[in-house]
Nanobody
């Protein structure tokens, strides 16, 4: 079992920045690739970013490419999502997930463990 706890969400003005954190416990962190997903109000969950076990491979949704950065610190069992140039359409509950070590997976059903989510609200 892996437990994931997200933090760092909040209210920010458009154009601002936030950094989300997701800390894992329970099993060896480097066994897992990690992903960030989000669920906007009234919409389905969508892929945001993914990173492999070592941090050497990342991938992003087109809507966030160039604005968001996923990275991990394996010594701290933590994956991060740095979000810059935020837009109102980035408003959502953000979830981290743990899945296959190779990462590069944008489909939620391929992830085994999920956090409880953290709310990000971007005002216009």
């Amino acid at each position: 079992q892996v437990q994931l706890v997200e933090s760092g969400g909040g209210l920010v003005q458009g154009g601002g920045s936030l950094r989300l954190s997701c800390t894992a416990s329970g099993r060896t962190f480097t066994m897992y690739g990690m992903g960030w997903f989000r669920q906007p109000p009234g919409k389905e969950r969508e892929f945001v970013a993914t990173i492999n076990w070592s941090g050497g491979t990342t991938a992003y949704a087109e809507s966030v490419k160039g604005r968001f950065t996923i990275f991990r610190d394996n010594a701290k069992n933590t994956v991060y999502l740095q979000m810059n140039s935020l837009k109102p359409e980035d408003t959502a509950v953000y979830f981290c997930a743990a899945g296959p070590a190779g990462g590069f997976i944008s489909t939620g059903r391929n992830y085994d463990y999920w956090g409880q989510g953290t709310q990000v609200t971007v005002s216009s």
